[in-house]
Structures are given as C-alpha cells and as structure tokens.
C-alpha cells in the first residue's frame, strides 16, 4: 500500500505480529489465495503490499523463482526482513505512485493480497500492474467482502465511502470500501481476464486458533478473492 496509508510505527509493528497467527490473515485470506496462485515453481513473483513478508516466504518455499516485495512501511519491511533475510528483494515504496523501478514483462505472477481497497489510484496501479506482467502472466488480488462492509458498517451497499476499521491498540485501518460491480468493473476495465473468484472461509486449523472468529468467517462473507490473467 501507499505510504500514507500503509501501516507505521507501532501500528505496523503490531500488524505484523498480528497477522502471523490470524484467523483471518492466516487461515482465510492467505490459503485462498495460495491456492489461487497454483503451481509457482520457476516463477517471478511480484508482491504489492507484502507486508510482514508472510505471502514471500510461503511462495519461496513452495518453488517461485524470485520474489520482489513491495511496502510503503518501513516497520512492516523490518519484519519482512527478518523473515525472509535475502531471499527476497524488497523495496519501500508508496504504491500511489507509478512502478518505475520495476521493468516490462518481468514478472510471472503478481499478488495484491488485501491491498487494493487502501490505494486511491488503483487505475494507474492496475496499469502498471499490467506493463510489469508479462502476457499470459496472473494477477491475484484479495478485498474485503462489499457484502460483509455493508454489514459492518451499514448504511447503502452502493456507498464508496472511505472507512475506518479499529484495530489493535487504539488503531485503525483506513480503506475505501466499494461494491462488487466497481471492484471487478476496474479490474475488468483495466483489460484483465477473470479466470476464477472465491469468497474464502477460513480453513480447519484456524478453529483451534479462534473459533468464533472461524465461525464468522462461515457465516458472514469476509473476504473475496481473484485470479486474473493479461492477456
């Protein structure tokens, strides 16, 4: 994400720890799109938003060739690095701004995992989404559920408003909640190919995790998930 909304401080130092171990981030959003990913083995991959390095570590260890991470925060950079050490190449950047340092075509695969709702200039992301994949390469990209944001927050499904999430201690995640029609609209609009959707629920182990964040997750939709192609 950018690096104004991209998590900071404290704030990314909690995030980071958080997302280890949470129903939500670990056993339903990360094992849907994993299993979106399919064979990585030889792949270039890019990751948009990478966080504490979670999704970078799991798609080294399942083969890919190379992975580049991309934040806006540098706390949650910090965590990556412990993580992964060298493994990875990872930039800090605010993802507002154009890729300019990546090239054309270089990569196989892009991730934008829970990342997407946070950026405000997400028709030029998606541009240059496109310019950096090559053709035939995919990109995987998570949200939070239109349907479980109108729930949560009330008011019109049809409100594009920005919202803000509390989080940890004291925080909050501040993003701009859309509905299904805008968010496969630009993706769509943006030449993409849609190629499969699911809305993850959170896997057996995370029962044992949080069963009443598990149980959630199978009764009220969370999150929703892609997988695209450039032609």
């Known amino acids: 994400m950018g690096a104004e909304s991209a ?20 056993y339903t959003d990360r094992p849907a799109m994993l299993g979106l990913a399919r064979d990585v083995r030889g792949l270039r991959v890019l990751d948009l938003g990478c966080g504490a390095g979670h999704y970078a570590a799991e798609l080294l ?3 890919a060739a190379a992975v ?3 934040d806006g925060s540098e706390s949650v950079l910090r965590a990556a690095r ?5 493994r990875a190449v990872l930039h800090r950047h605010d993802l507002e701004e154009p890729l300019t340092f990546l090239s054309d075509g270089s990569f196989d695969l892009v991730v934008l995992a829970l990342v997407h709702h946070h950026v ?4 030029q992301l998606l541009a240059e989404i496109r310019r950096v994949l090559r053709p035939g390469g995919a990109l995987l990209v998570s949200t939070t559920h239109p349907t479980g944001d109108w729930q949560y927050f009330g008011g019109s499904y049809f409100a594009e408003d920005r919202v803000a999430l509390p989080f940890g201690t004291g925080h909050a995640l501040s993003y701009r909640r859309m509905t299904l029609e805008t968010f496969l609209g630009e993706l769509l609009g943006a030449g993409y190919v849609l190629e499969e959707l699911v ?4 896997t057996e182990e995370g029962k044992a995790v949080d069963s009443r ?3 959630k997750t199978h009764r009220t939709p969370t999150f929703l998930a892609v997988r695209l192609r450039r032609p």
């Open 199 to 202: 809305e993850p629920r959170a």
């Open 61 to 63: 260890e399942r083969g």
């Open 120 to 123: 405000e200039a997400r028709e």
């Open 82 to 86: 412990e993580r992964i050490g060298d």
């Open 7 to 26: 998590y900071h401080g404290e704030m990314g130092e909690e995030f980071a720890a958080q997302v280890t171990n949470s129903v939500y981030n670990s």
């Open 213 to 215: 964040r598990y149980d």
């Open 68 to 70: 580049v991470g991309v």
